[in-house]
């Protein structure tokens, strides 16, 4: 069995200033997680990861720059999807007042779970340093397990400490010919170098859907056996697609890169339609794991907005 564990949770600040939030947080977020997570693991101080002879046993690369594997059966990777990504709040420009409430979500996935307690240290020195172009700062008062009976794991008020936790599992999809995804987010597939929109094909999202579930699987699940990728790709063109998208573009400056970067991709609903039996687990994990580029910050984030079914 291909066997991956993902779980969601729910960090909940309470502002000690101001924070003003663009439009799309994610980049912010996960730049300001990745610095006070490296300034926690690094024990060399080396300048470049790759140069360090910890580089494939530090807590930071194996979360935030998992190294590549040496050498695969298959390809060569330059890079491999990372066991996190973090879930912004909600699109759209806010000034946060000091005593205000953010909550953002952060999914782990393998290994990466077992690293949840630096993960919140780091989480509580990147706010404490200060957060954005005011270095805006606030105290982490409650993380929570997001499931069916969310759990507080910790919890300011108590103690510092993690609280133990049983890993649950989304109960599977049930058996149905038709499905209505809703993105929350900005969803980016490139096919030839164009983002797709409404020209996107069933096969173009489940083709990007496939690659994405099952490198995870093969990097942090247990018991890895690949897919007969030619049978999913014939059996993904027989899929009906229709959309209804919107398109979203916004920037950033980037402090890393010295210049203002563009993001774009499409909001909205895709429905699916035809035999969707091997596909549903895959969409049930997606809900989770998203799909397309950026995930890291939290773009191709869906849920499962409408069903119609035939048993």
């Not at 912010?28 to 101080?45: D, E, I, N, P, W």
């Not at 909600?90 to 290994?111: D, N, T």
């Not at 699987?217 to 998208?245: K, M, R, V, W």
Request: proline letters at 7%.
């Amino acid at each position: 069995m291909n066997e991956l564990t993902f779980q969601r949770y729910q960090f909940n600040f309470i502002l000690e200033t101001p924070l003003r939030l663009d439009f799309y947080s994610g980049s912010l977020l996960r730049g300001v997680f990745g610095k006070a997570l490296r300034q926690l693991s690094c024990m060399t101080k080396m300048k470049v990861c790759s140069d360090c002879p910890l580089y494939r046993s530090c807590p930071y690369t194996t979360v935030f720059e998992m190294p590549p594997p040496v050498q695969h059966q298959l390809q060569n990777f330059s890079q491999i999807p990372s066991p996190y990504l973090i879930e912004p709040p909600p699109l759209g420009s806010k000034v946060y007042q000091a005593g205000e409430m953010l909550s953002f979500s952060m999914v782990l996935m393998g290994q990466a779970i077992a690293q949840l307690p630096l993960i919140i240290f780091a989480w509580q020195k990147a706010f404490a340093s200060g957060v954005g172009r005011f270095n805006s700062t606030a105290r982490l008062m409650t993380v929570v397990l997001a499931s069916d009976k969310p759990q507080i794991i910790y919890d300011y008020a108590c103690d510092n400490a993690v609280q133990p936790h049983a890993l649950s599992t989304p109960p599977p999809l049930a058996t149905q010919n038709a499905l209505t995804l809703n993105f929350t987010t900005p969803l980016h597939i490139q096919k030839q170098g164009k983002v797709l929109g409404h020209d996107m094909t069933a096969k173009d999202f489940l083709l990007a859907l496939i690659r994405r579930y099952y490198l995870l699987q093969e990097f942090y699940g247990h018991d890895y056996q690949p897919p007969n990728f030619s049978q999913l790709a014939e059996l993904a063109q027989q899929i009906i697609c229709t959309s209804n998208f919107t398109w979203c573009q916004w920037q950033r400056y980037s402090n890393r890169q010295q210049q203002k970067m563009r993001f774009d991709g499409v909001l909205g609903r895709l429905t699916l339609t035809g035999d969707l039996s091997i596909f549903l687990p895959m969409i049930q994990a997606g809900q989770w794991l998203h799909i397309g580029n950026k995930t890291t910050f939290g773009m191709g984030l869906y849920t499962i907005e409408a069903i119609n079914c035939e048993a």
